[in-house]
């Protein structure tokens, strides 16, 4: 098999001293950390749409990457030169899982029939290069928003055909996934929303939205495909309201229709900002709701007010998305995805072993601060003593549902003198950036 990046060779962990930009600084897949290696823990992906689709290409000019398949004009082989290149990459990169969406990895045909068709036989080479490199599927997707016949969006449209031709989209991926093994299905919602009300029945697109995931779990049980389903919250982009805003609005939605045993979320740190959220408010909400399944890990500009999907590198916001996740016990069958582009100035495709580098010593550095301010409890104590006041007294009796408001009255009554204590930020603030700076 050709080899696509001949220039860059396995990429080894070589400790933080090392000058070497292709080696791992932090990422040593073997290393124990509480008891699982650091391959267990963080569940590595890499997303195909960005690394190997994507050409840099913004809505002021073209695509600017150059990569070794540019000169394939035959798009079965162009798909099949990319999905050798996809395993090189991960083999290289020491990548386990990878996620795609059904359109990235095969082209569309002339009809529905010749387009399953493509997608069986790069499904078929896929399986091959599994076996082959010892890779696994995270998560597969139907990209049920770029083609323009979903101009008015997928399972929302206003036309009953599109609706029909998402689902058998969704059909065919579902079955591409179980082939695959793949351990999660994801749905993002894609041009799932709205502009504006004045055109726009928002009672019946969210019915036939939850009409759609229903057939979808039910097809699931059919065909025997036991991965999780995940729904990829983002409160905006492509439209002004999009249904999935964030994860409390997705939980709401599925507890309406019934739907919630069934899905748990793949939070995007780019998307939890969009929505005016921490990327740790929505893994913490998450998971305090045993919702969290699955991260997309990117990182977003808070300068700017889109996706950027940014490679991750900032060592807070991983530290404390780790921290959620270990408290969490972790996010099998889910996994750390980096839905992430590089730059379009990043254009070389030695820049794709850098970034990919970048994010995963962020995320494994991030999971061994977090590891160790677990260990040590100093938040931990902190927030559990902040909160004593519920663990005796008047506050138990509150917790234990013992009181209503005449005995909470005739306790208030009786407290003149109430004293609150300092959340005292800063210090947290302090220990969080020690732990940071000293492992
Ligand atoms: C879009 C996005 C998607 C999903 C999969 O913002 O994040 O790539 O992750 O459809
Ligand atoms: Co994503």
Same mark, same amino acid.
């Given at each position: ?28 897949? !073997? ?11 963080? *569940? ?13 290409? !913004?809505?002021? =000019?073209?695509?600017?990457?150059? +990569? ?6 035959? $798009? ?20 386990? #899982? ?15 029939? &010749?387009?399953? &068709? @493509?997608? !069986?036989?790069?499904?078929? #080479? ?64 894609? +041009? ?12 019946? /697109?969210?019915? @036939?939205?939850? +009409? ?9 049980? $059919? ?8 729904? /990829? ?50 893994? @913490?909400?998450? *998971? ?11 990182? =977003? ?7 950027? !999907? ?5 060592? #807070? ?25 590089? *730059?379009?100035?990043?254009? $070389? ?6 970034? #990919? ?20 409890? &100093? ?5 559990? @003593? ?30 003149? $003198? ?5 959340? +005292? ?15």
């Amino acid at each position: 098999m050709k080899e696509y990046f001949g220039n860059v060779s396995k990429i080894n962990y070589e400790g933080p001293g090392s000058k070497n930009p292709y080696s791992f600084k932090y990422y040593n897949p !073997d290393e124990v950390i509480g008891g699982k290696t650091m391959k267990e823990h963080l *569940r590595f992906s890499l997303s195909y749409w960005h690394t190997l689709t994507a050409n840099g290409a !913004d809505p002021f =000019g073209a695509g600017t990457m150059l +990569r070794p398949w540019d000169d394939i004009t035959n $798009e079965m082989d162009l798909a099949k030169a990319r999905m050798e290149a996809a395993f090189e990459l991960m083999d290289k990169l020491n990548i386990e #899982y990878f996620c795609f969406h059904d359109r990235d990895i095969a082209p569309e045909g002339k009809t529905l029939q &010749e387009t399953n &068709e @493509n997608l !069986d036989e790069i499904v078929a #080479y896929c399986k091959e290069l599994m076996k082959k490199y010892n890779k696994k599927l995270l998560w597969g997707t139907a990209n049920c928003f770029t083609n323009p016949r979903y101009v008015h969006g997928a399972g929302t449209s206003c036309n009953a055909d599109v609706f029909a031709y998402a689902a058998a989209q969704i059909k065919k991926a579902l079955e591409v996934t179980k082939e695959l093994g793949g351990e999660n299905y994801v749905f993002w919602g894609g +041009r799932e929303g709205y502009e504006t009300l004045l055109n726009t029945d928002m009672g019946l /697109e969210l019915d @036939n939205f939850a +009409r759609l995931l229903q057939m979808a779990v039910d097809y699931a049980k $059919e065909i025997g495909f036991t991965g999780q389903f995940l729904i /990829e919250p983002k409160p905006k982009e492509p439209t002004k309201h999009q249904y999935d805003f964030d994860t409390a609005t997705v939980l709401g939605f599925l507890k309406k229709y019934n739907l919630d045993k069934y899905f748990k979320v793949n939070i995007e740190a780019n998307h939890a900002t969009l929505a005016q959220h921490t990327f740790q408010h929505e893994l @913490n909400f998450a *998971r305090i709701n045993n919702f969290l399944g699955s991260i997309d890990a990117n990182q =977003g500009d808070p300068m700017l007010g889109w996706d950027t !999907d940014q490679f991750p590198t900032n060592i #807070y916001d991983a530290t404390l998305a780790m921290y959620e996740i270990l408290k969490n016990g972790g996010l099998a069958p889910g996994g750390v995805n980096f839905d992430a582009k590089v *730059r379009r100035a990043s254009f $070389e495709k030695e820049d794709l072993f850098l970034a #990919y580098i970048a994010g995963m010593d962020t995320f494994a550095k991030g999971l061994k601060v977090a590891h160790k301010l677990l260990e040590n409890g &100093e938040l931990e104590n902190f927030i559990k @003593n902040k909160y004593a006041s519920f663990s005796e007294g008047i506050g138990k009796e509150i917790v234990e549902g013992k009181v209503g408001l005449k005995e909470l009255e005739a306790y208030a009554l009786k407290n003149n $003198e109430i004293t609150n204590k300092s959340g +005292r930020q800063e210090l947290l603030e302090a220990i969080v950036n020690q732990y940071i700076f000293e492992d």
